[in-house]
């Protein structure tokens, strides 16, 4: 029988770690005390042990671009409207949302339990604050937050899907949104959607330093014109001393450059401590060996999953490392063990979480996964077993 939500579980005996040791691994009140080898050991008094079997152990995943506003999860399905334009897709987007029918506290929670189900422990997820919504989809996901407060870790980004400069009165909006409770301030392709990048980034920025936020900025613009903007995003981020808080999410540019292009705009962010998401798009992506090995932290999310600008996506954050690692032809044992930092330690590292991890004191935020190690994890979809949260059973499948 699977375990009850909210069990605390003090021991997990045999379990293999990404290292491919077997260790038992000991919590208490939330968090890693200990890690031993294998041995017959009784459950702690009043509390609960665990056998894994053998079975993988990796902390838990992280989802660190995702739009729990956005998808039509919950809601009947609901035919793809096409747009050859970003600027159009939205105009769809807006007509589908005010035809939906379902609020979005029903259709995020969905999605929210979802991500639960595939191990994930903390999502970022961005919300549209635009003329059109205003703070409302905010407000839910502020909702949304505190309801699965105990289960999964979210912060939330302003993103303003409309634009900025050419959208009147989104700067209050983001202002407001940012007062209310959103975690991150958030911007959309400088050039290509406001065509003002400086006045889009005068704003971003300027939000991000007067309410003391990090930044996450969508940048889908091509080629010279989407670098240039990464390199105004990374002299803005080093002015502002926000080493570590500035994410460009997709930054499809950084596929497309030359030796030298890639070369000066990789060092501009790496010098910045700017991060990039990638979500592993059918076009060009930021290819992630060369941006690490420039020092640049690449990480992964989901993106959209069910909603108006695609059909696809499960929220499944090992299979996304897995379509990454398969667009950017990391094959080795070695390469596979990168696609999987994707979704764990360098998503953690570039949402700022702390004792996220498998050492002694870190938080119990742990999924066991049915895969005799890391490279088969990525590759194989393997089910989830088990997935705790500060130590308590959030998913448990029947025999973990």
């Not at 970022?124 to 505190?146: F, K, M, Q, T, W």
């Not at 406001?194 to 005068?202: E, I, K, N, R, V």
């Not at 991060?275 to 798009?281: A, C, F, V």
Request: net charge negative; proline share 7%; glycine share 12%.
């Amino acid at each position: 029988m699977p375990l009850p939500r909210s069990t605390p579980v003090d021991l997990l005996l045999d379990a293999t770690l990404p290292d491919g040791r077997r260790a038992d691994v000991h919590l208490r009140q939330g968090r890693i005390t200990a890690l031993t080898a294998p041995a017959p050991t009784a459950p702690p008094v009043g509390g609960r042990a665990v056998d894994l079997g053998g079975a993988l152990l990796l902390p838990a995943l992280v989802d660190g671009h995702v739009h729990l506003d956005k998808t039509f999860l919950g809601a009947p399905w609901q035919p793809h409207l096409p747009g050859s334009t970003i600027r159009e897709r939205v105009a769809a987007e807006r007509r589908l949302r005010r035809e939906i029918g379902v609020p979005v506290v029903e259709r995020a929670s969905a999605l929210a339990e979802l991500l639960i189900t595939q191990g994930t422990g903390h999502a970022r997820s961005h919300v549209d604050i635009d003329p059109d919504v205003g703070l409302d989809g905010l407000h839910a996901l502020l909702e949304v937050r505190e309801r699965f407060r105990d289960r999964l870790g979210l912060q939330l980004v302003a993103f303003p899907q409309g634009g900025v400069v050419t959208a009147p009165g989104v700067p209050d909006l983001l202002d407001q949104a940012l007062r209310a409770g959103a975690d991150l301030i958030g911007g959309l392709d400088p050039e290509g959607f406001d065509g003002d990048p400086d006045g889009q980034l005068d704003v971003v920025f300027g939000l991000a330093e007067r309410h003391g936020v990090g930044v996450d900025l969508h940048l889908h613009d091509p080629g010279e014109s989407g670098a240039a903007q990464l390199r105004a995003v990374a002299a803005r981020t080093a002015a502002l001393g926000l080493d570590g808080r500035v994410t460009v999410s997709h930054a499809y540019c950084l596929g497309e450059l030359d030796d030298h292009g890639f070369g000066s705009t990789a060092q501009a962010l790496a010098g910045a401590g700017v991060s990039i998401m990638t979500n592993g798009p059918a076009g060009p992506m930021p290819p992630v060996l060369r941006l690490r090995e420039h020092g640049v932290r690449v990480f992964a999310g989901s993106d959209n999953i069910r909603d108006a600008w695609w059909p696809y996506g499960n929220g499944d954050m090992l299979e996304r490392a897995g379509t990454i690692g398969l667009r950017d032809d990391l094959m080795t044992d070695q390469e596979l063990h990168t696609a999987l930092d994707l979704a764990t330690g360098a998503a953690a590292g570039a949402l700022g979480l702390t004792g996220y991890g498998l050492s002694v004191g870190d938080r119990a935020d742990l999924v066991a996964v049915a895969a005799a190690g890391v490279p088969e994890a990525v590759a194989a979809h393997p089910a989830r077993l088990l997935v705790l949260h500060a130590g308590r059973v959030v998913h448990a499948a029947d025999h973990p």
